[in-house]
């Protein structure tokens, strides 16, 4: 099984930046991309961006809007969340998953996920 552990989360001020990663430990042979999902206070989980294991192919959530990249190092089973210009609005737990998605990463499942790391954006 995959055990996925996030970390990067911090406090930073609106405009500020930080990077996320997620390790994994162990893959899951079946699972072909990892992203991640944000969930603020009261909100529903939301998608943030994925990343397909082998190509590269990426995806990402309108509210994005360019300033988050998310890259992989397949090496190291490990996903990063690069978020730049960051806003109160961002404000969330940040959680990884691996699962199973098409080349396009237009659908996927979600068969693990991460404990989250906290994300605050002052304002």
Known sequence: QVQLVESGGGLVQTGGSLTLSCAASGRDFSNNAMGWF???PGKEREFVAAISWSGGKTRYA???RGRFTISSDNAKLTVYLQMYSLKP???AV???YSGVSTGHLATMTYDYWGQGTQVTVSS
Do not use: G, I, P
């Open 89 to 91: 609005e961002d404000t």
């Open 38 to 40: 944000r969930q603020a």
């Open 94 to 96: 940040y959680y990884c």
């Open 62 to 64: 309108d509210f994005v």
